[in-house]
């Protein structure tokens, strides 16, 4: 999930909370467009085309939209992705949906991108409110918008991945966060990278510890940012991903 850079830690636990039930809004949200669509087709007004999900050439990949060009370039973004998840064990088990919508928001934040939970659903905001989300944010505005748009694809895929790799119950959202920015940030060019790092006000060398929920919830960027400085160092990488897919290790500061 990507929100905006500011949220206060409750507000993080509550997004966690929702995002662990599994997707609660993805049915609803359905349940509204089908109630849509019977209406506007009473009345004659319903489109002509309704977009099904369209299989990337990748196996296990669809993306929802009527637009061509979009659903190439997400399936573009996707296939240069996976090779190096792969690298991590992160690789397609089950078919993952990738589809848009106008507002995204969890616990009244707004989103950029959300992964449902044990659904394979990924849901992105369509272009134009991504673009206007972008300009918008302090922190991400500083990185070209294609980049950072691609980038979001490759962050919730991560997601995605992560969900069918792994059965540890250890596995909470700041190590899945920790593995979906590393290889978001992974994706971007190296001088779009150091772009963001700067923006970011962050800069090596970090620590494990530094890394956790409560810097996660205070200021996404920076712990989007630490990740990847992190993930990067040789000793780390798919070494400690892998740890965290097989909940052998976590993010996770203990209040205590
Ligand atoms: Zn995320």
Known sequence: MIVWEKRDAETFSRDILEMEQRGSTEPGRRASEAITMIVLAMIGLAPEAYADPV???????????DDMEL?????????QSLPALAECKLEPKLPVTISFSVKLKVAEEVCLGLYHTGKNEINLLEPDAFTAAHNGSKIWSAIALSQHFDSLVVHELAHALFDQST??????????????????????????????????????????EGINQVILGLSPSSFAARSWLHFSQPENGCDFVEKIIRGETSLWLDPE
Do not use: M, W
């Open 71 to 79: 659903h190439e370039r997400i399936c573009t973004v996707v296939e």
């Open 167 to 208: 059965n540890s119950k250890l596995a909470c959202g700041v190590d899945q966060e920790y593995v979906a920015y590393a290889f978001q940030l992974a994706s971007l060019t190296a001088s779009t990278r150091n772009e963001f790092l700067t923006s970011a006000g962050v800069a090596p060398p970090v620590s494990v």
């Open 55 to 65: 299989a990337c050439e990748t196996p296990l990949v669809l993306v929802e939209t």
